[in-house]
Each structure stands twice: as structure tokens, then as C-alpha cells.
């Protein structure tokens, strides 16, 4: 057996895993009539812009953080979504990668020397009305007002997220997806620094430019996926 199939066949069943995981938390939804983002709401109907839970899920042992929010439908014109799910990094997992091989020239490129934030955004989860995952996609830091890293990093520090916020379905359902959509969201950083490099050689203020927002996104049907890799 040569390295890269080994490397494959790994990848493959940490993907038949992760599908597995994903379909026992929606089974355990069903069996009760839940909402995966009951946990966040307690019953009432979610207000447009608020974060959910409204200081984020915090996993401190881990070094991650994610919170839920909805737009005004007029925000994104064509979205079908219900809301979505921002994912971070925090100091203790990106930190680490701040001086990986070619991290330093990223930040140079992009201006990113002067920008004082604690977290690092990695990935955005696009959710349906029921709660199910429809799109993964990436966007400019002025969105969420911290900062980023190359594709490198941001995949690797993806590939190792663990979450335990006291939000176990939401949690689970993050992690599986990330693991389900390895290779898709490698694509999709690569995208995001293509389209971030591109408009950065036009001038300074890329990672400030409102016009740019929505930096990669690619539509997704965990079912689909699940059927490849059982």
C-alpha cells in the first residue's frame, strides 16, 4: 500500500465518521421533535442580527468559539437560509501558527500588522429553516471585526477543532460537518485568498472593503455526501 492511499483511505473513513455522527444527532432531533438550535432560542422566535448565545459558545480547553445569527433576508439577496454559524479560533490555537511558513508575508500582503483581535474567523455553516447545514462559505474580516490567516493555517487549525461549549448537538453537528467537507473546504480557503490577493495588488484596505464580503461559498447537501461515503 503506497503513502497516499493510506493518506486516502484514512481521510475516507474519518469522512464515513464524521457522516456517522452527523446522522445520530439529527436522529436524536428527530426522536423528540427538536430543533437543533432549541438550546440557543428557549422557545422564542430568534431576532435578526443577535448573537446566539448572545457572549458566543466559548470552548476554552479547546481553543474555539462560534455563534449563531440571522440577517435581514434583504441582506443577502437569493439566500435561502434560515441563519448562520461563525466559527473562531482563539488565541491558544492560532497563536501557534502566527509564524508558520508564509503566515508573516499573508499578513504583510493583506495589512493586516496594525489589527489589534483576539480571534481568528475560520468558516461560516449556512443553516435551512430546520436547522440543517446548506452552505459552507467564508467572508471579509470588517463582517465579524477580527482578523484571518492564509488557507494553510486556517485549514489545519479546521481540521483540528474540537468543541465542547455545553451546546452538544450544535457542537457535534459543527465538527462533523468540517470533517464531512474536508476537501471542499480546503477549495473554498484557497478561493477566499485568491479573491482577497487579487484585490489587494488594486491597493491597501482589502480586508476593509464593504464591497467584498462573501469571499468563497459553495452550496452543500449533507445527505448527498453521505450517500458518497457510506
Same mark, same amino acid.
Given at each position: 500500500?503506497?503513502?497516499?492511499?493510506? @493518506?486516502?483511505?484514512?481521510?475516507?473513513?474519518?469522512? /464515513?465518521?464524521?457522516?456517522? =455522527?452527523?446522522?445520530?444527532?439529527?436522529?436524536?432531533?428527530?426522536?423528540?421533535?427538536?430543533?437543533?438550535?432549541?438550546? #440557543?432560542?428557549?422557545?422564542?422566535?430568534?431576532?435578526?442580527?443577535?448573537?446566539?448565545?448572545?457572549?458566543?459558545?466559548?470552548?476554552?480547553?479547546?481553543?474555539?468559539?462560534?455563534?449563531?445569527?440571522?440577517?435581514?433576508?434583504?441582506? /443577502?439577496?437569493?439566500?435561502?437560509?434560515?441563519?448562520? @454559524?461563525?466559527?473562531?479560533?482563539?488565541?491558544?490555537?492560532?497563536?501557534?501558527?502566527?509564524?508558520?511558513?508564509?503566515?508573516?508575508?499573508?499578513?504583510?500582503?493583506?495589512?493586516?500588522?496594525?489589527?489589534?483581535?483576539?480571534?481568528?474567523? #475560520?468558516?461560516? @455553516?449556512?443553516?435551512?429553516?430546520?436547522?440543517?447545514?446548506?452552505?459552507?462559505?467564508?467572508?471579509?474580516?470588517?463582517?465579524?471585526?477580527?482578523?484571518?490567516?492564509?488557507?494553510?493555517?486556517?485549514?489545519?487549525?479546521?481540521?483540528?477543532?474540537?468543541?465542547?461549549?455545553?451546546?452538544?448537538?450544535?457542537?457535534?453537528?459543527?465538527?462533523?460537518?468540517? =470533517?464531512?467537507?474536508? #476537501?471542499?473546504?480546503?477549495?473554498?480557503?484557497?478561493? =477566499?485568498?485568491?479573491?482577497?490577493?487579487?484585490?489587494?495588488?488594486?491597493?491597501?484596505?482589502?480586508?476593509?472593503?464593504?464591497?467584498?464580503?462573501?469571499?468563497?461559498? #459553495?452550496? @452543500?447537501?449533507?445527505?448527498?455526501?453521505?450517500?458518497?461515503?457510506?
Amino acid at each position: 500500500m503506497t503513502g497516499d492511499t493510506a @493518506i486516502g483511505r484514512h481521510h475516507e473513513a474519518g469522512q /464515513r465518521a464524521a457522516g456517522a =455522527r452527523l446522522l445520530t444527532c439529527y436522529r436524536t432531533l428527530a426522536k423528540t421533535g427538536a430543533h437543533l438550535l432549541d438550546s #440557543l432560542f428557549y422557545g422564542k422566535a430568534p431576532q435578526q442580527w443577535l448573537h446566539y448565545p448572545a457572549d458566543d459558545a466559548i470552548d476554552e480547553r479547546h481553543g474555539y468559539q462560534w455563534f449563531y445569527h440571522s440577517h435581514a433576508p434583504s441582506d /443577502r439577496a437569493g439566500s435561502t437560509e434560515h441563519g448562520h @454559524i461563525h466559527v473562531f479560533a482563539r488565541p491558544a490555537t492560532w497563536a501557534p501558527w502566527a509564524d508558520a511558513v508564509g503566515e508573516p508575508e499573508f499578513a504583510r500582503v493583506l495589512d493586516m500588522a496594525g489589527r489589534q483581535a483576539s480571534t481568528r474567523h #475560520l468558516l461560516c @455553516i449556512g443553516l435551512d429553516a430546520k436547522g440543517v447545514p446548506q452552505s459552507l462559505f467564508t467572508v471579509n474580516s470588517w463582517v465579524t471585526g477580527d482578523a484571518m490567516m492564509s488557507a494553510a493555517s486556517t485549514v489545519r487549525m479546521i481540521a483540528g477543532l474540537r468543541l465542547s461549549t455545553g451546546h452538544a448537538l450544535i457542537d457535534e453537528v459543527i465538527v462533523a460537518i468540517t =470533517r464531512l467537507y474536508r #476537501l471542499q473546504i480546503d477549495g473554498l480557503m484557497q478561493q =477566499r485568498d485568491a479573491t482577497l490577493i487579487d484585490r489587494a495588488r488594486l491597493g491597501p484596505g482589502t480586508l476593509d472593503d464593504e464591497s467584498m464580503e462573501v469571499l468563497s461559498e #459553495l452550496r @452543500i447537501d449533507p445527505d448527498q455526501q453521505l450517500a458518497a461515503h457510506r
